[in-house]
């Protein structure tokens, strides 16, 4: 089983501070994603890496892939309560038939 | 746009009782899947399905069954219930291959066992 495990478990920053969260793993992934969740929903997905080295970014979040992709971080700049959630990396299993979310991080931005 | 539906949203079982967790999609997603939602765990895989009539084991099956009779819905049976499955229980769904998308998941099922 391919683990994949997020730091820190819990963060709570004041708005318009900065943070970057991680996502770890010993395992080579052909892809990486992220997934935000809110109180009562299930997650939604923000963003796919599937290169190694990979920068994206989805307004005021950056995401990046390492080089060897093994580990992936999300650098969210100026943040707000609006970012206030679980985020989770997640991904593919043996086959590509599964999906291996990790234990992700618990975000709480205070106004 | 109903997207994936799950029900019931809330059950309170009794120990060895047993439930059915419905799921349905309607965008024709060859890939369905179960997760199971605990804190400082993540979500963990139970069962998925990569299409009608084909299951297949995830992280996590033992004391569950699944079906996939049509690509629309996946039920997900407790047979007899244990507290160990209070959890937050949700269904995905994807177009395969699985990571040329997303998954789409329900608003999920709170599930406690006493």
């Known amino acids: 089983t391919q683990l994949l495990e997020q730091s820190p478990q819990f963060l709570s920053i004041q708005e318009g501070e900065n943070l970057t969260v991680y996502c770890n793993s010993s395992?080579?992934?052909?892809?990486l994603q992220w997934y935000r969740q809110e109180p009562g929903e299930g997650p939604v997905l923000l963003v796919t890496?599937?290169?190694?080295?990979e920068v994206k970014k989805l307004k005021r979040l950056t995401f990046q892939f390492g080089d060897a992709r093994k580990d992936s971080s999300l650098h969210i700049t100026a943040a707000q309560p609006g970012d206030t959630g679980l985020y989770l990396c997640?991904?593919?299993?043996?086959?590509?038939?599964?999906?291996?979310f990790g234990t992700g991080t618990r975000l709480t931005i205070i106004p | 746009n109903a997207g994936v539906t799950q029900t019931p949203k809330f059950q309170v079982l009794k120990t060895g009782q047993s439930m059915t967790l419905q799921c349905a999609q309607d965008?024709?997603?060859?890939?369905m899947s179960w997760y199971r939602q605990d804190p400082g765990m993540g979500l963990r895989l139970i069962h998925y399905s990569v299409g009608a009539g084909i299951t297949d084991q995830g992280e996590v099956p033992n004391g569950y069954n699944v079906s996939r009779s049509t690509t629309e819905d996946f039920p997900l049976r407790l047979l007899s219930a244990a507290p160990s499955q209070t959890s937050v229980y949700f269904c995905?769904?994807?177009?395969?291959?699985?990571?040329?998308?997303?998954?789409?998941f329900g608003e999920g099922s709170r599930l406690t066992v006493l």
């Open positions: 995905a769904s994807s177009p395969l291959p699985l990571l040329a998308g997303e998954l789409f």
């Open positions: 997640a991904g593919p299993g043996f086959g590509n038939e599964k999906l291996t």
């Open positions: 965008m024709n997603h060859e890939y």
């Open positions: 890496v599937v290169t190694g080295g």
């Open positions: 395992s080579v992934f052909s892809s």
